[in-house]
Nanobody, 120 residues
Framework: DVQLQASGGGLVQAGGSLRLSCAASGFIFDDYSIAWYRQAPGKEREGILCISSREGITYYSDSVKGRFAISSDSSKNTVYLQMNRLTTEDTAIYYC?????????????WGQGTLVTVSS
C-alpha cells in the first residue's frame, strides 16, 4: 500500500528554520508527485509546494517563495520541505500527499501531519 509519513515538526522561534521530511513507501517513487500542504488553526488546508519528475516544482502558495523550498531524494524515497525565516503565521499542521504522475490539489494519498509551532 502507498504510505506517507511526515516528520520533522516542532517548536521554533520566529525567524528560525525547520526541515520537514516525507518518507514514502509502497509505490514507485518517481512515478508520483508529492506535495506539501498545511492547515493553520481556524483556516482551510493550503497547498504549499509540489514536486514531480514529470512537472518539476509547482508553487501553490506565493507567500512561501524565497522562504520555503521542496526537494526530493529518490535514493531515500523522501521529499523534504525546507522552511526558512519562519513566522507565527506558518504555525500549522503540515501534511504531505501523493498523486500518480502529476501534481494535484487533491492527492489520492495522505500522510499523517506533523505540527509546526512558531513562537513570537
Amino acid at each position: 500500500d502507498v504510505q506517507l509519513q511526515a516528520s520533522g515538526g516542532g517548536l521554533v522561534q520566529a525567524g528560525g528554520s525547520l526541515r520537514l521530511s516525507c518518507a514514502a513507501s509502497g509505490f514507485i517513487f518517481d512515478d508520483y508527485s508529492i506535495a506539501w500542504y498545511r492547515q493553520a488553526p481556524g483556516k482551510e488546508r493550503e497547498g504549499i509546494l509540489c514536486i514531480s519528475s514529470r512537472e518539476g516544482i509547482t508553487y501553490y502558495s506565493d507567500s512561501v517563495k524565497g522562504r520555503f523550498a521542496i526537494s526530493s531524494d529518490s535514493s531515500k524515497n523522501t521529499v523534504y520541505l525546507q522552511m526558512n525565516r519562519l513566522t507565527t503565521e506558518d504555525t500549522a499542521i503540515y501534511y504531505c500527499g501523493a498523486e500518480h504522475n502529476y501534481c494535484s490539489s487533491h492527492p489520492g494519498y495522505w500522510g499523517q501531519g506533523t505540527l509546526v509551532t512558531v513562537s513570537s
